[in-house]
Structures are given as C-alpha cells and as structure tokens.
C-alpha cells in the first residue's frame, strides 16, 4: 500500500474544513496582493483581526481565574505544573516554561514547571514530522518526564483535534486524580462533528476543558497567529495570577488595550527591506537578547507555513542555508547557545525509533552561537548577512534593521505582555514578509508543508478549493489526494505543493 492509500484510509479523520480556525478570515481574502501593494493597509487588516480575536478572548476569558486556583493549588501541595502542545503550541509551551526560569512569570520554584512538545526540544526549531498524528507518542513523553499522581497537565491544541495532545491529555487524566485542562479555539460543537477522538475528549468528565475559539486566522489554518496568541496569553495569565486569581480575566482587557495602542504601522519598511534582502540573495540573522524564545519561535515557524529551507543542520555541508537564522552571538557553541536559550539543559528522544531525528546528537548539529557566522559564510560563499536585532529592558523595545530603528514604549507593561506585544507585531512582520515574496495566495497556505495527516487535508482542499473558483468545477477528493502525493515526492525545497497539484490538474493560476 503506497502512502496516498494509507492517507485515504483515515482521511475522514482529519477533514476539518469545516473549523472556524481552517476558514477563510473576511478580512484579508486579498491579503497577498495587498502585501504587495500596500502594506501600511495590509498591516491594519492584520491589526483589526487581532483585535477582533483578543475580544473574543475577553467575553471567554472568566474560566482563568479558575486556572490560576489550578495552578497555585498544585504549587501549594508541591506538585509540578506540566505543558504540551504540538507545533505552535508546543513552541508556547516551552516559551512559558522559559518565561518562568527567567523570572518573567512568577513562580516560587520553576524547576517544578515542566514543558515539552512533540517531537522534543528539537521541535522548537526543526518540524518533527508525523509526531502530530500519534496520541501514544504524546503518553509516551508524559510519562518519560516523571508525571505523577497529583501533578498537573496543561494540554494546548490549536484546533482541538491534535492527536499528540489529546493523548498526553488522556493519560494524565489517568495517571493523576489533578484533573487535567485541555486548551483548544473551536467550537465544541464543531469538533464533535468534524473528528471522534475530538468528541471523546471533550465529553471526558476527568479532563476540564477551556475553550477560546476566537474565529479565524489572518491567514487562512495559520494557528501561530491569534490562536495560539490567546493560549499562550491564558495560562501566561493564569501564573502571573496564581495568588489573586479573580484578577486573571482582567489581564485580557489590559492587552486588549495593549494591542489596540499599537497599530504596527512602524513595520511598513522593515517588511519592504526583509523581503527586499531575500530578492536580491541576501540572508538575515535575527538576534534578541531580550525576547529570545519569542523571535526563534516565528523565524522557525516560517519554515513549515511557507515552505522555507528551514534552519540547517550544520554537520551536513550539503544542507541548504535558511533565509533568516536565529543567531545568539555572545554564546560560545551550541551546547551554551542551547541552554541560555532554555534556560536548562535540552531534552530529547532518545527512542531507538526516533533518535535519528530528535535525539541529542541531531540537536548538537543545529547550532546558533557565535560560531554560526562563520559557517553560514562558508555555506554561502559570503554572501550578504543583514543583522536584524529586537532588543529592548525596562519599558521599551527597539526594533534594529539595515539602517532602520524603531523604539516601541511600553512603559507600565508587564515583561510578559512585552513578549505578546512581540508574537503578534513579528507574526505579522512575517507574513507579510512571505506575502511579498508570493508564499501564498490570498490569505490561503498554499506554501503549505503536507508533514502530517492535518496538513495534507489542508493541502488537498487548497487545490479543490482553487481548482473550483478557477474551473466551477470542484475536482473529487480521492483524485486531488492521489496527485498531490505524487507532486510531493518531485517538490524540491522552496516548491509550492499548491500550486503544483493545480498544475498537474491542468488548472491555470
């Protein structure tokens, strides 16, 4: 049985067309022509359905203070506070376990605040493909950090439908009579149409549910925007309010207002100059004191979303050079870079299964310290490197690019709003970067990497999709699944697998 047979098998499983966050936002059905064009309207668009989101989140936002009780409760018996989550939410995970080693969140011992994602550590800059799509890998990890009776699991899924977490999620549910809380941004009752495993989840008397569906992406499935925004902002607020929780739901209208203030209109010639760099062959290294975690978060994630080379393994000299590369220039060698970025030591997979691919060796390869440089100059044949640097300390952040310089004031903000502050001005900075660039079409993913069961429904409907505004005809599922299969074993990197099935389809972008 080739592999378009063994997808075709479970496909109905992994349908969710039909979920608010799959959906096409209203807003910027137009918004890779506008990214060219116009990009201080395209960057208002992007703003209006942040704030639209972050709304959204306020009228859902009482159940927190209830979190808060969660955690401190768990604190208080001297229990650890667990987080997992997959992709975006696996990168939120581990940025609010760094935030709590920092001193960003407050917590009285943050060795007792544990994170992990899928795939390990590893994930957090390289895609761990088809980690997603198995729920006994997500028990498996649970159970290898030492979860116990008593402890706390913190589960976030984008969609509401990730097998990984919803089998973390299920298993501490069985492990501790501390009930765990699964964090999601659908409808409830989508999700029990759309996928069983949803449905058993969310009837699940031992596992408390918070849902903050806040509709529509920016970019049509793109969760790395305002949805995994909302589930980071949740259980951020949620530790900052342990000890007074009544006050945690009042945090989300602060950062509404936060959001509402800053337009993000500075961002006009930072993502004309970005993009114009890529055009004419240059590279960037993105470097951040300050905001470490929240900047490697969107360099990595741009990868997968439009189909990016992503950062490159740097004991294969034939591994192509990422775009854009995260960079810490005051760390001597990955090891050190590694940690100061954690703030602890990695964790990885050493499963004979998976080592290949997250164990620690692999991850020793992927090195972002001062050494970094001169490699990516051999790499490149010193081509152009361009610093850009998102720094900041006590009420501001500084923005640093090819000549341009912008101070943000965030005088009275709290350090951990900084950080939201960022996710959503460098998401946006981002994608509208790759919409310059072509990376996708409309507010569609057609860039889209086809690494797990979820993606490849995603892609196979992208082609119907198109093929039907193009043709008014809607071509059949099975035959669409059958060539994009075939058009993903010929993509070279950088290919869009989109786009390639419409042709193969004879459909004329």
Same mark, same amino acid.
């Given at each position: 049985?080739?592999?378009?047979?063994?997808?075709?098998?479970?496909?109905?499983?992994?349908?969710l067309?039909?979920?608010?966050?799959?959906?096409?936002?209203p %807003?910027?059905?137009?918004?890779s022509?506008?990214?060219k064009?116009?990009v201080g309207?395209?960057?208002k668009?992007?703003h209006?359905?942040?704030?639209?989101?972050?709304?959204?989140?306020a009228a859902?936002?009482?159940?927190?203070?209830?979190?808060?009780?969660?955690?401190?409760?768990?604190?208080?018996a001297?229990?650890?506070?667990?987080?997992?989550?997959c992709?975006?939410?696996?990168?939120?995970?581990?940025?609010i376990?760094?935030?709590?080693?920092?001193?960003?969140?407050?917590v009285a !011992?943050?060795?007792?605040?544990?994170a992990?994602?899928?795939?390990?550590?590893l994930?957090?800059?390289?895609?761990?493909?088809?980690?997603?799509?198995?729920?006994?890998?997500?028990?498996?990890?649970?159970?290898?950090?030492?979860?116990?009776?008593?402890?706390?699991l913190l589960?976030?899924?984008?969609?509401?439908?990730t097998?990984f977490?919803?089998g973390?999620?299920?298993?501490?549910a069985?492990?501790?009579?501390?009930?765990?809380?699964?964090?999601y941004?659908?409808? +409830?009752e989508?999700?029990?149409r759309?996928?069983?495993?949803?449905?058993?989840?969310?009837?699940n008397p031992?596992?408390?549910?918070l849902?903050?569906s806040?509709?529509?992406?920016?970019?049509?499935?793109s969760?790395?925007?305002?949805?995994?925004?909302?589930l980071m902002?949740a259980?951020?607020f949620? %530790?900052?309010?342990?000890?007074?929780p009544?006050?945690?739901?009042?945090?989300v209208?602060?950062m509404?207002r936060?959001?509402a203030?800053?337009?993000?209109?500075?961002?006009?010639?930072?993502?004309e100059?970005?993009?114009?760099?890529?055009?004419?062959?240059?590279?960037? %290294?993105?470097?951040?004191?300050? *905001?470490?975690?929240?900047?490697?978060t +969107?360099?990595?994630?741009?990868?997968?979303?439009?189909?990016?080379?992503p950062f490159?393994k740097q +004991? !294969?000299?034939t591994?192509?050079?990422s775009w854009?590369?995260f960079?810490?220039?005051?760390?001597?060698?990955a090891?050190a870079?590694?940690?100061?970025?954690?703030?602890?030591?990695?964790?990885?997979?050493?499963?004979?299964?998976?080592?290949?691919?997250?164990?620690?060796?692999?991850?020793?390869?992927?090195?972002?310290?001062?050494?970094?440089?001169?490699?990516?100059r051999?790499?490149? =044949?010193?081509?152009e490197h361009?610093? *850009? =640097?998102?720094g900041?300390?006590?009420g501001?952040?500084?923005?640093?690019?090819?000549?341009?310089?912008?101070?943000i004031?965030?005088?009275?903000?709290?350090?951990f709003?900084?950080?939201?502050?960022?996710?959503?001005?460098? =998401?946006?900075?981002s994608?509208?970067?790759?919409?310059?660039?072509?990376?996708?079409? !409309?507010?569609?993913?057609?860039?889209?990497?086809?690494?797990n =069961?979820?993606?490849? +429904?995603?892609?196979?409907?992208?082609?119907r999709?198109?093929?039907?505004?193009?043709?008014?005809?809607?071509?059949?599922?099975e035959?669409?699944?059958?060539?994009?299969?075939?058009e993903? !074993?010929?993509?070279?990197?950088?290919?869009?697998?989109?786009l390639?099935?419409?042709?193969?389809?004879?459909?004329?972008?």
């Amino acid at each position: 049985m080739n592999a378009a047979d063994e997808f075709l098998k479970v496909a109905t499983d992994y349908q969710l067309g039909a979920l608010d966050t799959e959906a096409q936002h209203p %807003f910027t059905t137009s918004l890779s022509q506008m990214a060219k064009t116009d990009v201080g309207e395209a960057i208002k668009l992007m703003h209006q359905v942040d704030v639209m989101a972050l709304r959204e989140f306020a009228a859902k936002a009482a159940p927190l203070a209830d979190l808060a009780r969660a955690i401190a409760a768990t604190m208080a018996a001297g229990r650890r506070v667990f987080l997992c989550g997959c992709g975006a939410t696996g990168r939120l995970s581990l940025s609010i376990e760094v935030f709590c080693r920092m001193g960003v969140l407050p917590v009285a !011992d943050p060795e007792r605040v544990v994170a992990f994602m899928a795939g390990g550590d590893l994930a957090l800059i390289k895609a761990i493909e088809t980690f997603e799509d198995h729920p006994e890998y997500g028990a498996r990890q649970l159970e290898e950090l030492g979860f116990g009776d008593g402890d706390l699991l913190l589960a976030t899924t984008e969609g509401g439908e990730t097998p990984f977490v919803i089998g973390a999620a299920e298993r501490a549910a069985e492990i501790s009579r501390n009930r765990p809380w699964l964090l999601y941004c659908n409808p +409830d009752e989508q999700l029990i149409r759309v996928a069983a495993r949803s449905k058993r989840v969310i009837e699940n008397p031992a596992i408390r549910k918070l849902n903050l569906s806040v509709g529509a992406m920016a970019v049509s499935g793109s969760t790395r925007m305002q949805a995994s925004t909302v589930l980071m902002a949740a259980i951020g607020f949620a %530790f900052m309010h342990q000890h007074d929780p009544e006050n945690a739901p009042g945090e989300v209208l602060q950062m509404l207002r936060h959001a509402a203030h800053c337009d993000g209109q500075f961002l006009v010639p930072f993502v004309e100059h970005e993009a114009a760099a890529y055009e004419r062959g240059a590279y960037v %290294f993105y470097t951040s004191p300050s *905001f470490g975690i929240t900047v490697v978060t +969107d360099t990595t994630e741009r990868a997968p979303t439009f189909s990016l080379v992503p950062f490159e393994k740097q +004991d !294969d000299p034939t591994a192509q050079a990422s775009w854009c590369h995260f960079l810490m220039p005051e760390q001597p060698g990955a090891h050190a870079a590694w940690n100061a970025l954690l703030h602890r030591e990695p964790r990885t997979l050493e499963w004979p299964d998976v080592r290949h691919v997250a164990g620690g060796e692999v991850l020793a390869s992927y090195d972002f310290s001062a050494q970094l440089t001169a490699r990516r100059r051999l790499r490149t =044949n010193g081509a152009e490197h361009l610093l *850009f =640097n998102i720094g900041g300390g006590a009420g501001e952040m500084v923005w640093e690019f090819d000549g341009l310089k912008e101070r943000i004031d965030l005088t009275g903000i709290h350090e951990f709003q900084a950080h939201l502050m960022l996710k959503m001005l460098i =998401n946006m900075h981002s994608t509208l970067v790759m919409g310059r660039l072509g990376r996708y079409l !409309d507010n569609l993913m057609t860039y889209v990497k086809p690494s797990n =069961n979820k993606l490849i +429904d995603r892609a196979v409907r992208y082609v119907r999709l198109l093929a039907q505004r193009r043709t008014g005809r809607l071509p059949g599922y099975e035959k669409v699944t059958r060539l994009l299969f075939e058009e993903r !074993d010929k993509l070279q990197p950088g290919e869009p697998i989109v786009l390639k099935t419409l042709a193969a389809l004879g459909v004329v972008v």
